[in-house]
C-alpha cells in the first residue's frame, strides 16, 4: 500500500457512474415493481453501499476509510432500455474515494443482472467510468461528457 501518512486529511467525494441495458419488457418488470425476485432497485442500492464499505477487502492495496457518505441512486431510460446507476463516496482522510464510488456502482449493477437474469440474460453493462473527484493534493477531476479518455 502506498503511504499516505503524510498527506493532509481533506473531505473527498467522487462520483461515477454505469449503466445496464436489457430488453423492453425487462425495464418494464422494474417500472411496475413485478420483477420475480422484488424489489430490484432497492437491493441494488444497498448492495451498492454494503460494497462501497467493503472496497478495500475486494481491491488490492484500497485503503479502508471512514466513509462519511454513499449514496447510490437509479435512473430509468426508457429509451434507451437502460437503467443508470450512479454512486457518490464521500470521506474526511488522506486518500481519495473513487475506488469506493466504482464499486458502489460496479455491485449494483451487478445486483441488478443477477435480480432480472431469469427473465433476461443477455443484459449488458457498460460505461462504468468515474466522473468526478474532489479533495486531496491532485485537485478536482470532472469526466468529459463524451465519456472519451484524455479530454479536459
Given amino acids: 500500500m ?26 418494464r418488470l422494474i417500472e411496475e415493481g413485478a420483477a420475480p425476485k422484488g424489489d430490484v432497485l432497492a437491493a441494488a442500492r444497498i448492495a451498492g453501499i454494503m460494497a462501497a464499505k467493503k472496497t478495500h477487502e475486494l481491491i488490492p492495496l484500497c485503503h479502508p476509510l471512514n466513509l462519511s457518505k454513499v449514496s447510490v441512486e437509479f435512473s430509468i431510460l426508457s429509451d434507451k432500455h ?19 464510488a466504482l464499486t458502489a456502482v460496479s455491485v449494483g449493477c451487478l445486483t441488478l443482472y443477477d435480480m432480472l437474469k431469469a427473465k433476461d440474460k443477455g443484459m449488458q453493462i457498460e460505461g462504468i467510468r468515474l466522473l468526478s473527484k474532489s479533495g486531496g493534493k491532485s485537485g478536482d477531476y470532472r469526466a468529459s461528457p463524451s465519456g472519451k479518455t484524455g479530454e479536459p
Avoid at 467525494?13 to 425487462?26: F, I, K, L, P
Avoid at 437503467?83 to 463516496?89: F, G, H, I, P
Fill in 82 to 100: 437502460s437503467v443508470r446507476v450512479e454512486a457518490m463516496a464521500k470521506a474526511s482522510g488522506r486518500t481519495g474515494v473513487e475506488m469506493e
Fill in 2 to 27: 502506498v503511504d499516505v501518512a503524510g498527506k493532509a486529511v481533506t473531505e473527498r467525494v467522487a462520483v461515477a457512474e454505469g449503466y445496464v441495458r436489457m430488453e423492453a419488457a425487462t425495464l
